[in-house]
Nanobody, 120 residues
């Protein structure tokens, strides 16, 4: 069983920073792309940022220049969030495109989500 566990959410004032972490564990052969998505109240889940195994990154326009995604291993991904605004308030989900065994197809897995609240 593969698991993604997020940490680092919380309450922060506008203009502040938070760093989210996500670690993958369990029976995993390989991970390709990892990413962060968020779900704002009353909205659909949306892309925040992704990073491939080769280090290529992609960001949503709303976070470009403020958020930075990084990986320090094949199974850990981070999201550094700076200059936060109340519009960034959401549940943030870690996502991984992974393969459990050589015989199984690639699968998308999600973490349980971590709440980020930006408020004064």
């Amino acid at each position: 069983q593969a698991q993604l566990v997020e940490s680092g959410g919380g309450l922060v004032q506008p203009g502040g920073s938070l760093r989210l972490s996500c670690a993958a564990s369990g029976s995993i052969l390989s991970i390709n792309t990892m990413g962060w998505y968020r779900q704002l109240p009353g909205k659909q889940r949306e892309l925040v940022a992704t990073v491939t195994g080769g280090g290529s990154t992609n960001y949503a326009d709303a976070v470009k220049g403020r958020f930075t995604i990084s990986r320090d291993s094949a199974k850990k991904v981070y999201l550094q969030m700076d200059s936060l605004t109340p519009e960034d308030t959401a549940v943030y989900y870690c996502n991984a495109y992974l393969k459990k065994t050589a015989a199984r197809p690639w699968e998308v897995h999600w973490g349980q989500g971590t709440q980020v609240t930006v408020s004064s």
